[in-house]
């Protein structure tokens, strides 16, 4: 079935870091993509998304490339902040509007 | 501001007893809702479907008779735990689509059962 593998965490960073989460999927079909992050204590907020190969999506300063020729969709920033601390989770959308997630990457940034 | 809401955000209850986490679509109707579980440090998981004004589809492994979910209007579904275990502990959330399939999610909800 389709499945989505995200790199283990927990990731570390100073301030100012670049970031890079991998993400890879197994999917039937062409599934949408999405980046979502959970902050402490807090439920899930979609960060970005894209619908299609080679699709961008951006928010905030993150980026991630719907690669199908890799299965990929990486989550990248050029510059982190402390506030950027959270759970990360990659998911792809399933049968209907259901989604499956990765496991969550763990970011955890530093001044 | 939200376009789901889910409540209540966090319950303690009661090893035997059972509890009802609701949510709501505020913005849109729903025919279609989707409930996810998370044990700590997991990810979430599909627990089930839930469809209007039908029966609820649950994924393998999930209790449909402990788990009760009843989408009675468009706009909420709700999910029972009954008779609920210490394991049953998880954060619970719920998401909806709309037309253009955009998936927004509740604020989700913590359940400790002592």
């Known amino acids: 079935g389709d499945s989505v593998t995200q790199m283990e965490g927990p990731v570390t960073l100073s301030e100012e870091a670049f970031l890079t989460i991998n993400c890879t999927y197994t999917?039937?079909?062409?599934?949408?993509l999405f980046w979502y992050v959970q902050y402490p204590g807090e439920g899930l907020q979609l960060l970005l998304k894209a619908t299609k190969a080679d699709d961008k999506g951006s928010n905030k300063g993150f980026e991630a490339t719907y690669r199908k020729e890799t299965t990929s969709f990486h989550l990248e920033k050029g510059s982190v902040q402390v506030s950027d601390s959270a759970v990360y989770f990659c998911?792809?959308?399933?049968?209907?509007?259901?989604?499956?997630f990765g496991k969550g990457t763990t970011l955890s940034v530093s001044s | 501001g939200a376009v789901v809401s889910q409540h209540p955000s966090r319950v303690i209850c009661k090893s035997g007893t059972s509890v009802k986490i609701e949510c709501r679509s505020l913005?849109?109707?729903?025919?279609?809702m989707f409930w996810y579980r998370q044990f700590p440090k997991q990810s979430l998981m599909l627990m089930a479907t839930?469809?209007?004004?039908?029966?609820?589809?649950?994924e393998q492994g999930v209790e449909k008779d402990k788990f009760l979910i009843n989408h009675a209007s468009l706009t909420l579904s709700t999910l029972t735990v009954t008779s609920a275990h210490p394991e049953d502990s998880s954060f619970y959330i719920c998401?909806?689509?709309?037309?253009?399939?955009?998936?927004?999610f509740g604020e989700g909800s913590w359940l400790t059962v002592v």
């Open positions: 999917a039937t079909g062409y599934p949408s």
């Open positions: 839930s469809n209007e004004g039908s029966k609820a589809t649950y």
């Open positions: 998911a792809l959308s399933g049968a209907g509007t259901a989604l499956i």
């Open positions: 998401s909806v689509s709309d037309a253009g399939n955009t998936i927004y």
């Open positions: 913005d849109f109707q729903a025919t279609t």
